[in-house]
């Protein structure tokens, strides 16, 4: 039944205790008759030989579990940003979410960057506050940082009994109960339900009272019969938060210890409570290839196939392809069609997925995530649909590389063999590019990060027996124009016989933050389908009365986008530009679209040389934990680093800067740090915008 499918997935910053969290609800789940660990490296999601040796999640992974009539998918999601792109893939096909907080760390950067990449897919989630055990943990300070943070509305279903070393149990504030584990149990089944301590009774019934009027934003009979004093059942509580948490309005919040076991059966509870099933999520809109009609696929087997591919997985013999499926029935030996490369596809077998261990199945129907054989065309973001009811899904979007290396292949490495294995890792991981410089011959690679390159390159080894040496890092410079311009292009060549001929006139502007935000405003009240340009390059057609004919503007469009991937002096690509096209002159004869599109491509060279040209480097957003006693170091740190310390703040020992860092500087951070503060202290960063390097620095380090 539709209802009781959830596809869940568990996100959070690094070290919040995803992986382990995911351990013990397979665990319970029957999926695993002893919990794995992290630091053992014996966990069902980071099966991976890499995330075992690091202890991180890298590649998110789809498990299967039941839980009291409920069938779960669940995906484990990396907490790095570098690994951001497994993250952006799987909330597009998750129905609901857990976000996974550290009670001693609170609400870390990457959990607000993964929190806020769900409110961009509108993932209905829940909370789970983890480590209460641990020393130093805060419950209430994290219930703050939430609030603070998120802008949320958190709906507290469970406290803790205790913190730290006084951490006993888990009190339940909808039955008004603590839940206690048996010490006598060392599978960790055995529970009782007993009376709230006196010592912790006054803190429930305010924390009670708190949660009823968190959930009354749910359900209006919640909040009549709280404005009214009349009884309030466990179930007119449990309809409130489901409600509130389907609509956006609320969120959930469980607390526990998923080491210690503890929360994490009212946490499958809370999942099952009030999480969405697909049959609850709107249904999916695509487009009619051919009439680019928008059309709805609802969440139902008899509905035409439509499913969506959000991961690849090269494998000796083909891919492995993980699809969503939105509506329809898939079955093994199925022809269906990929709309999106206009190619049928015939899928050999479909599997349900438990970490690195496949369960073959005979259909798979609407709401379900399986992954399939047999698929040669399919790469991620592309649809699959039935071949006489064809739509095209939304693509999936991911964000632009911010650093490079120059692979060097060693002396034995086939050039063909190592094409065709970065060939295979770029179609899994959609942030990965890779080029060739024109000028060095060097073969770029380009990620997210180090960490990333890093991973990259060790899969590249490890998976395809290419043995290569890397350069040293580069960063993913760009540039925009100094000032807004206006002038005419007239490209005009006559050499016997027919001529060139096109005449532009053009004006060329960068974009400030607040007109890209404005452009963004007005592409989405729009509402037609286009969506911003990752680079904000935009060309304005302002022709009237037919000076330029209309089947030539696209190719001067296409001038200059073409002018903007490489720019003038260093070459590299521009940004936040908008050209507008507002007079033109062509020839009955002469005229042809790739002569105006030759003119919009010496027009644009123009314009880059006479408004000039400013370098754009990537400014990362850091945030560094330490022993209070290294925050004079640290600070001194990141301003030799010409970075703007943005907030400073110290608590319990432990000192914490955010600050804004051009990425040039943060080559070898993670050793620097470790080095300084003796491995006491930890960072995480993510890309935030791409600010003008100072004249005097931009030839000297972009020559370095």
């Known amino acids: 039944m539709l209802d009781k499918l959830r ?221 009214e004093g009349t009884p309030v059942t466990e179930e007119m509580i449990r309809h409130a938060l489901r409600v509130g948490t389907l609509n956006g309005k609320l969120t959930p919040v469980h607390c526990g210890s998923s080491k210690e076991y503890y929360g994490v059966r009212l946490l499958l509870d809370a999942i099952t409570d009030y999480l ?19 059309v709805q696929r609802k969440p139902d087997d008899s509905e035409p196939f439509a499913a969506l591919a959000f991961k690849t997985v090269s494998e000796k013999h083909g891919d492995l392809v993980f699809l969503r499926i939105y509506s329809g029935v898939l079955r093994p030996g199925d022809t269906i069609t990929n709309p999106i490369v206009k190619k049928s596809e015939r899928i050999s077998h479909i599997y349900r997925l438990f970490g690195d261990r496949r369960d073959r199945l005979e259909s798979a129907g609407a709401g379900e995530i399986v992954a399939v054989v047999g698929l040669k065309y399919t790469s991620t973001g592309h649809t699959l649909c039935a071949e006489d009811k064809p739509v095209m899904l939304e693509e999936i979007r991911f964000p632009e590389p911010v650093i490079s290396q120059a692979i060097i292949p060693a002396k034995n490495v086939d050039e063909t063999r190592l094409a065709e294995a970065l060939g295979k890792m770029v179609r899994d991981d959609p942030t990965l590019k890779t080029k060739t410089d024109p000028e060095t011959n060097q073969l770029i690679i380009s990620g997210m990060g180090e960490l990333h390159l890093e991973v990259s390159i060790h899969k590249l080894q490890r998976d395809h027996g290419v043995q290569v040496s890397v350069g040293k890092p580069m960063v993913a410079y760009r540039q925009t124009l100094t000032k807004p311009i206006e002038f005419e292009t007239r490209y005009i060549k006559q050499s016997g016989g027919r001529g060139k001929y096109a005449v532009i006139k053009m004006r060329y502007e960068p974009l400030s933050k607040e007109m890209i935000e404005q452009i963004h405003l007005e592409l989405e009240e729009a509402d037609d389908g286009e969506k911003p340009d990752p680079n904000n390059i935009y060309f304005v057609d302002e022709i009237f009365g037919g000076a330029v004919p209309r089947e030539y503007i696209p190719s001067v469009e296409q001038g200059f986008r073409i002018g903007c991937q490489k720019g003038a002096k260093y070459g590299f690509p521009l940004v936040d530009v908008r050209a507008s096209l507002i007079d033109g002159k062509a020839h009955d004869v002469d005229s042809s679209a790739d002569t105006f599109k030759l003119a919009a491509i010496e027009s644009f060279r123009d314009a880059q040389a006479m408004a000039g040209l400013v370098i754009l480097e990537p400014i990362m957003n850091v945030v560094v934990l330490a022993p209070s006693n290294f925050q004079g170091t640290l600070a001194g740190d990141i301003n030799r680093r010409r970075g703007n310390i943005l907030n400073l703040s110290s608590d319990k020992g432990r000192c914490m800067l955010h600050a804004y860092i051009p990425l040039a500087e943060l080559f070898g951070y993670t050793s620097d740090l470790r080095n300084v503060t003796s491995g006491t202290a930890s960072f995480s960063m993510e890309p935030s915008h791409y600010a003008a390097v100072k004249e005097e620095l931009a030839d000297i380090r972009i020559a370095s």
Request: net charge negative; proline share 5%.
């Open 7 to 227: 596809n869940i997935g568990i996100i959070a910053h690094v070290d919040a205790g995803k992986t382990t969290t995911t351990e013990r609800i397979l665990y319970y789940g029957g999926s695993k008759h002893k919990s794995g660990d992290v630091d053992d490296g014996n966990t069902t999601t980071d099966f991976d030989p890499l995330e075992k040796a690091k202890g991180i999640t890298i590649n998110s992974a789809a498990v299967s579990l039941e839980w009291k009539d409920h069938r779960f998918t669940l995906i484990d999601t990396p907490g790095h940003v570098d690994f951001t792109a497994e993250v952006e893939r799987s909330l597009r096909v998750l129905d609901g979410a857990v976000g996974v907080f550290c009670a001693v760390g609170g609400v870390e950067v990457q959990s607000e960057t993964v929190w806020y990449q769900a409110n961009n897919h509108n993932v209905p989630r829940i909370a789970f506050v983890n480590k209460l055990d641990r020393m130093g943990a805060d419950f209430n300070d994290c219930i703050r940082q939430m609030k603070e943070k998120l802008s949320i509305i958190p709906a507290v279903c469970t406290i803790p009994a205790g913190q730290s070393e006084q951490f006993e149990g888990v009190i339940d504030l909808i039955r008004m109960k603590m839940w206690k584990q048996d010490p006598n149990d060392p599978a960790h089944f055995r529970y009782n339900w007993v009376d709230i301590p006196a010592k912790y009774m006054d803190e429930a019934k305010q924390a009670h009272e708190e949660l009823l009027e968190a959930a009354s934003h749910g359900c209006d009979e919640l909040l009549t019969a709280v404005l």
């Open 276 to 294: 969405p099933s697909p049959a609850d999520r709107p249904p999916v809109r695509g487009m009619v290839p051919k009439t680019k009609e928008e």
